[in-house]
């Protein structure tokens, strides 16, 4: 079981052979230091960095990225070395500063895969460059600490900081940051672990004045002439062979000038909160800026009740305490003095209690005048399927930003929902729990009805997938070995929409996932080797998702070798798994299957309290998004896929 660490604490390693790991949301370079038991460094060559990767146990990355993996063996460490301290730090050119990105998470894991201890780096603002963790030596035996110490002033600041002289420390600072890759170092590598957490600093209004020339947080490039955009998937570079590029295509890689801002809203009058308006966050065009503001709703969402909470807590623990220190003085238990205290206590704890509801009513308020005019102007991507949007769609020439996958609310504000958007591609799979121990919920609704909602689900997730995306870049294929699931998938089948018929049977389970596991392996190769024109012509390059139904039903080990294969190596090269199970049924398997269920993004049919925030981790009320009973919304939206396609023939 993993230990999820705070700042400060530590946890015992029990191996010597461990792999550091790092998810984040932006790339980061990931540096080594060794330090003595005072975490003093004897050198620069005691910091491992991309332009001298290797130091005695482990080897650092060569370049930026989202996600890094750095095995460690304590055992060939020099006697002399008390602390191994993995540093992130921001590269050039990339977002300045750790508080407007997401928050990395890194953890400690064994050589079977199995984590460790992780720790999430929270409360970053202005740093650029954190000691993320550290392994140290203490009596003999290994632990593991979360440190979270970042510096404003950069890599430099914190190898002086860490012993090296201030000219050795900035020369080995720029040092390593010049071996950073050039090019678009704001595209992170879509990570198959923990899925990131969201950045913070998104809520500056935009401005309505002459649109900048760089995003915020990015300095503006020197010359006015904008670098060549990256070939796109299919298209040659000059020179090289074409490239088959999994990145999202809506990434802006030069110095193009974002799309205008919103009108802003008049000025409020005295007294007044000022009137929200849609698109009133950063980001290059309309489709970003409202993803970052439903996330900045989120947030605020998230600290407005925390301190509420917090609030009450204080006034519980406040008026324990007086009437614990009245009941313990002899004089007030004579006469009414006693009373007296308590009803004093209790009044003072209800005045603390109402002014911090006044305070959360009055942060409520603006959120949901914040939602009423965000909520009408999303993008299909972005909007329920009761939203008129839907009406009018029409299959997009670009892939979204982001898809929505729900609602999320809070039990002091239920009528306030925040839209549950994901980055797409996906970063992990997807599992839509069937089982009815997973809720209160679920187990006071019947099996059969529970199942049918389930997949109901994964059928309405399917077909935002295909209307949101261009009509050739994206297929679904099913595995339904019982057949069960066959009323749901009516509308895919009906519309013409699938990759081929439901996989039914176990043979059919073998088939879809070895034409499936063969198409990772040639793009992974194809990738690997530069050559991506060589691949066969059978092999789709486009985005791939595939439902499972009722597993392990059908289902030998093999086939579950596959799928574990699918869900892990797959998001990296487009494959994408979509699986509705009950985690009971496929109990006989024991732990081999716990690092699939990990691996996928647990979601459920009915409402439930399973997924908590970043900030302040509160355990949010998820609900699944549906079409309206009755409604042909999303056979209309299938129909439209099925007919642009058609076109595009």
């Not at 460490?77 to 602390?83: D, Q």
């Not at 009414?336 to 004093?344: C, K, L, Y």
């Not at 909520?375 to 839907?390: G, I």
Request: glycine share 8%; hydrophobic share 45%; charged share 20%.
């Amino acid at each position: 079981m993993t230990a999820e660490l705070v700042r400060g604490q530590n946890h015992p390693l029990s191996r010597s052979r461990v792999e550091i790991r790092v998810s984040a949301g932006t790339p980061v370079l990931a540096l080594a230091q060794l330090g003595d038991d005072t975490g003093r460094l004897a050198g620069p060559g005691a910091v491992a960095h991309p332009g001298a990767r290797t130091l005695p146990g482990l080897e650092v990355p060569g370049a930026a990225s989202g996600q890094h993996r750095i095995a460690v063996d304590l055992d060939a460490v020099a006697p002399a070395v008390h602390r191994v301290g993995l540093v992130l730090v921001l590269p050039p050119g990339g977002p300045g500063h750790f508080g407007a990105v997401p928050a990395s998470y890194v953890c400690v894991a064994d050589p079977e895969g199995a984590e460790l201890a992780g720790y999430t780096l929270t409360g970053l603002e202005s740093e650029t460059a954190v000691v993320a963790l550290e392994l140290y030596r203490r009596q003999g035996a290994w632990k593991v600490r979360a440190v979270g110490q970042g510096y404003a002033a950069g890599l430099g600041a914190l190898l002086a900081d860490a012993g090296l002289p201030a000219p050795a420390a900035a020369e080995l600072a720029a040092a390593a940051l010049g071996t950073a890759p050039a090019g678009d170092i704001t595209l992170a590598v879509m990570p198959g672990g923990p899925a990131p957490t969201v950045p913070r600093g998104l809520r500056a209004p935009a401005t309505a004045q002459t649109p900048t020339p760089a995003p915020q947080d990015v300095p503006a490039a020197p010359a006015p002439t904008p670098p060549p955009m990256p070939p796109q998937p299919g298209q040659d570079a000059a020179g090289g062979p074409p490239t088959i590029s999994y990145a999202h295509p809506r990434r802006r890689t030069s110095t193009e000038p974002p799309e205008p801002a919103p009108r802003p809203a008049a000025p409020p009058r005295p007294g007044e909160q000022p009137r929200p308006v849609a698109g009133d966050a950063s980001g290059w065009s309309m489709e970003e800026r409202l993803y970052n503001q439903v996330w900045g709703m989120f947030e605020d969402l998230a600290r407005a009740v925390a301190a509420y909470r917090g609030a009450v807590e204080f006034a519980d623990s406040r008026m324990d305490r007086e009437l614990d220190e009245a009941l313990s003085d002899p004089r007030h238990r004579l006469g009414g003095s006693g009373n007296a205290a308590r009803d004093t206590a209790r009044a003072r704890r209800e005045e603390l209690v109402a002014r911090a509801q006044e305070v959360l009513d009055r942060d409520l308020v603006q959120l949901t005048a914040e939602s009423e005019v965000v909520e009408p102007a999303l993008p299909a991507a972005y909007a329920r399927w009761d939203n008129p949007v839907w009406q009018a769609h029409s299959v997009p020439a670009e892939a979204p930003l982001a898809l929505r996958l729900g609602d999320l609310h809070l039990p002091e504000r239920p009528d306030l929902r925040i839209p549950m958007l994901v980055r797409v591609p996906l970063e992990r799979g997807l599992w839509i729990d069937n089982g009815r121990t997973g809720s209160e919920a679920a187990m006071a609704m019947d099996t059969d009805r529970l199942r049918r909602a389930a997949m109901d689900m994964a059928v309405a997730h399917a077909a935002r997938m295909l209307a949101a995306h261009p009509a050739d870049r994206f297929a679904v294929h099913v595995i339904d070995a019982a057949g069960a699931g066959a009323a749901s998938l009516a509308p895919l089948v009906r519309a013409g929409v699938l990759a081929g018929a439901p996989a039914a049977g176990a043979a059919g389970v073998t088939e879809t996932l070895e034409r499936l596991t063969r198409r990772v392996d040639l793009v992974q190769m194809a990738v690997r080797a530069g050559a991506p024109e060589d691949l066969p012509p059978d092999v789709d390059t486009s985005d791939q998702l595939l439902i499972v139904h009722d597993f392990p039903h059908g289902f030998d080990d093999r086939a579950v070798t596959r799928l574990r294969y699918l869900a892990d190596e797959g998001p990296a090269v487009g494959v994408h798994l979509l699986m509705v199970a009950d985690r009971d049924e496929a109990s006989a398997y024991g732990p081999l299957l716990d690092p699939l269920w990990r691996s996928l993004m647990r979601l459920s049919p009915v409402p439930d309290n399973h997924l908590a925030d970043p900030w302040v981790h509160h355990a949010w009320i998820f609900e699944p998004d549906l079409p309206p009973q009755g409604s042909r919304v999303l056979d209309q939206a299938l129909e439209r896929v099925a007919a642009a396609r058609g076109r595009a023939r």
